[in-house]
């Protein structure tokens, strides 16, 4: 995944926190979203209201 570029980069949450930022369940899922994201010139993270407020422990 590194070794790609992405111009747009679309991420869904399971937990968002103003402090902690966004979270998934998984590791392995988390760790795919950092390196798209870091290879990503704009990302956009999609979330409904339900997951505001929250942290993945």
């Keep these: ?3 790609f570029h992405y111009d747009k ?3 869904g949450a399971s ?3 103003a402090s902690f930022g966004a979270s ?4 392995s899922e988390a760790a795919v979203k950092r390196c798209v994201y870091a290879n ?3 990302s956009y ?7 505001f407020g929250k ?3």
């Design 1 to 3: 995944m590194s070794r």
């Design 9 to 11: 980069a679309f991420f």
């Design 15 to 17: 937990a968002v926190d």
């Design 24 to 27: 998934a369940t998984r590791e």
């Design 40 to 42: 990503a010139e704009e």
């Design 45 to 51: 993270l999609l979330a409904d209201h339900t997951k």
């Design 55 to 57: 942290k993945i422990s």
